[in-house]
């Protein structure tokens, strides 16, 4: 539980058992806003407001009663563009020898629901990790090697990476603060899944359980999918290109880039399909955002997965299924690239390698209109933007108030 508001009566010299004028407490009321009363400043639902606060994008805390709570000046700065929000992230950066690369590969390979970027090279590196905050650094420790251990202090000592757990691995120390020593690779999995987790609780993302499988990070992945800004928005030749490639290329009648919402699957480009959306029951891509690479259903009508789903079952009468995880720039995975067919059949691996490749296009238009919004945001006259001193307070006190 945050301690902020505590924090705020000790800075006005009150006591918790103090009493304070009406006309105070009337003001501190008004600016300490409910759910409800934020969705209705921000014009979204309650239920996108949900995910907002519950998800660090809006700061907050719980009453005792369990309620969460938020101020009214970190709403109104999600609309000046003011505010700077804890992002979570599910990139992982590891730096290692080039002989010992796919030993980090090979440790991290089970580690769900991330993006895992591995270099050599040092100063590569550093642009990875200054592009785009990650959860994790993983770093190879080597004793013999000043830059590597030169590394580690200028990462530890960078104010923006103060939301970034640093990882060492193969030195034995004290943990200090966000950076944390690990002997070996065997324990490298659980701590990269603890940093991806991070200090931010995750949103609870149904209100009864669906129907439908969801990623453990679920509440997350939907707090990047509202951050993108994607769903219900026209038609893109960009995209198009794309599901017209994968459907001609793998000879197949349907080709969907689809977008997982907590209730729709909405097609973003779609191709030899007139719906625009499903219910996000009806998505074969539920399966596929609990994998990192593709998922196939050579015969999706014996398939106990998909044998009851009405795009089966019923009259659309789909047999054949393929589909890759399409993610955002911070590793989320917001949907997939896939093609579907009214006959069962399969891919061979030239075909998965195409699918795969088309996937990450699809992934770099993402980041690429991800990118170019919040640029344009930073632009609009009148917005000033806080030092990077500014945006790790800023996340620690995020931290503190989802505590």
């Not at 349907?254 to 997982?260: E, S, Y």
Request: glycine share 8%; aromatic share 6%; with cysteine.
């Amino acid at each position: 539980m945050s301690t902020e508001p505590e924090a705020r009566h000790c800075e006005e010299g009150t006591g918790p058992a103090g009493k304070r004028p009406k006309a105070e407490m009337g003001a501190m009321e008004k600016d300490i806003l409910t759910t409800a009363e934020a969705a209705k400043i921000l014009g979204v639902s309650i239920r996108t407001a949900q995910l907002l606060i519950e998800g660090g994008t809006i700061p907050s805390w719980k009453t005792p009663g369990g309620h969460r709570r938020v101020y009214r000046r970190d709403v109104l700065a999600q609309i000046t563009g003011l505010a700077q929000p804890m992002t979570a992230s599910a990139r992982v950066i590891v730096i290692a020898r080039p002989e010992r690369i796919a030993d980090y590969a090979g440790a991290l390979a089970k580690v769900k629901y991330c993006v895992v970027e591995r270099y050599t090279d040092v100063y590569a590196a550093l642009l990875g990790i200054g592009s785009r905050l990650p959860s994790a650094v993983v770093i190879e420790a080597e004793p013999s090697d000043a830059g590597r251990l030169a590394l580690l202090e200028s990462l530890r000592s960078d104010p923006a990476l103060g939301a970034t757990q640093l990882l060492v691995v193969g030195h034995s120390s004290a943990d200090m603060g966000m950076t944390r020593f690990i002997e070996g690779l065997e324990a490298l999995p659980e701590a990269v899944e603890a940093a991806i987790r991070g200090a931010v609780e995750p949103p609870v993302p149904f209100d009864t359980p669906p129907s439908f499988p969801f990623p453990a990070n679920e509440g997350q992945r939907l707090v990047a999918l509202e951050r993108s800004g994607l769903v219900d928005t026209p038609p893109e030749d960009a995209f198009d290109r794309l599901t017209w490639l994968a459907a001609h290329s793998l000879d197949a009648p349907v080709a969907l880039l689809t977008l997982l919402t907590p209730t729709r699957q909405w097609f973003k480009s779609r191709y030899g399909l007139d719906m625009a959306d499903t219910p996000r029951g009806w998505a074969f891509c539920n399966y596929t955002i609990l994998e990192k690479d593709i998922m196939v259903a050579e015969n999706l009508a014996t398939d106990p997965r998909f044998i009851e789903n009405p795009a089966v079952s019923g009259e659309l009468g789909f047999r054949f299924y393929a589909g890759c995880p399409v993610v955002d720039p911070d590793g989320f995975t917001l949907g997939s690239l896939c093609v579907i067919d009214t006959r069962p059949r399969t891919l061979d691996d030239i075909q998965k390698q195409i699918l795969a490749s088309l996937a990450a296009l699809a992934s770099d238009e993402i980041k690429l209109r991800v990118t170019d919004r919040q640029l344009r945001r930073a632009a609009e006259p009148g917005i000033s933007k806080p030092s990077a001193q500014a945006r790790s307070s800023n996340k620690r006190d995020a931290r503190q108030g989802t505590a």
